[in-house]
């Protein structure tokens, strides 16, 4: 699957271009997922864009900011993730690749869908 890169534009935080702070490309996705966060969460999310660091997703989730939740996308993988900021409508998750988080099938898996 061939996807073309996304192109926002943000606001101004701090004096820094927040797209300057990405380490990762982002495409969009449009992909349905299952979102759990042990004891907390249980709910389907859409992930609206994806790169090698994370998703976006087209809602926000009544959780902390940090809370580690995983993501199931259907043919793709399951995956450990943290979420890393959200407004009222949107939020963002950090793919947790630490030693024991992600491992190389996960990371081929989503590879292979962007």
């Known amino acids: 699957m061939q996807l073309s890169p996304v192109k926002k534009t943000f606001?101004?935080?701090?004096?820094?271009?927040?797209?300057?702070?990405r380490r990762h490309e982002r495409?969009?996705?449009n992909w349905p997922a299952r979102c759990v966060a042990e004891g907390q969460l249980d709910c389907d999310v859409i992930i609206e864009n994806a790169s090698e660091g994370g998703f976006g997703l087209s809602c926000s989730l009544p959780l902390e900011v940090n809370t580690r939740i995983v993501l199931?996308?259907?043919q793709i993988g399951?995956?450990?993730c943290r979420l890393a900021w959200?407004?009222?409508?949107?939020?963002g998750?950090?793919?947790?690749?630490?030693?024991?988080y992600l491992s190389t099938d996960q990371i081929a898996g989503l590879s292979g869908a962007l």
Do not use: M, N, W
């Open 93 to 100: 998750v950090e793919l947790l690749t630490e030693e024991g």
């Open 27 to 29: 495409y969009p996705a």
């Open 86 to 91: 959200k407004s009222d409508e949107k939020c």
């Open 11 to 21: 606001r101004v935080r701090h004096g820094e271009q927040p797209i300057s702070r």
């Open 72 to 74: 199931t996308i259907d």
């Open 78 to 80: 399951i995956f450990p």
